[in-house]
């Protein structure tokens, strides 16, 4: 087994399959780099709507967010609990969840004009931003923010999507 990624669209625009399929190596890539060898990944793409509902219910935050990561093997007490169908265990890779990732495009596409880079880096730098939530990293102090940060550049240099 390995890891995989099945993925979605809410959007009427395709989303390109290069973008899919790098998407993929930054999943495998980061996977090797923490030692995490199975497991699936769920990934939708949202509009600026529903990832504002999705953080309202959830988070309780009543505002459009680039990414959400909801991890299937957290056990913390201050996450909210997420109930899946139990088919949906059985379907992945022996039985291993890792969880969600939502990225609203709308938001991506900003943030890429922002930032100057193009939508396929930002896209990709969103996703292995919700991946390493998925696996336990966060944000919540200076150290543990740049712990993340070189590790997102240092998968993202390796794929050649550098700012």
Request: aromatic fraction near 8%.
């Amino acid at each position: 087994m390995s890891l995989s990624l099945e993925w979605n669209s809410e959007l009427d625009e395709d989303i390109p399959v290069n973008w899919i399929e790098k998407l993929e190596t930054i999943l495998l890539l980061t996977g090797e780099m923490e030692g995490i060898i199975e497991g699936e990944v769920a990934l939708s793409f949202v509009d600026d709507e529903a990832i504002r509902e999705l953080n309202k219910s959830y988070r309780g935050l009543d505002k459009v967010t680039d990414v959400l990561s909801f991890a299937l093997t957290e056990n913390d007490s201050d996450e909210p609990t997420i109930v899946f169908n139990s088919e949906d265990w059985e379907e992945a890779p022996d039985g291993v969840l890792l969880g969600d990732i939502i990225i609203s495009i709308p938001r991506a596409l900003a943030q890429s004009e922002e930032y100057g880079h193009s939508l396929e880096r930002e896209i990709a730098f969103l996703f292995v931003h919700g991946f390493l939530h998925l696996i336990g990293y966060d944000h919540q102090d200076e150290e543990a923010e740049q712990v993340m940060i070189a590790k997102q550049e240092q998968i993202l240099s390796q794929i050649g999507l550098t700012r």
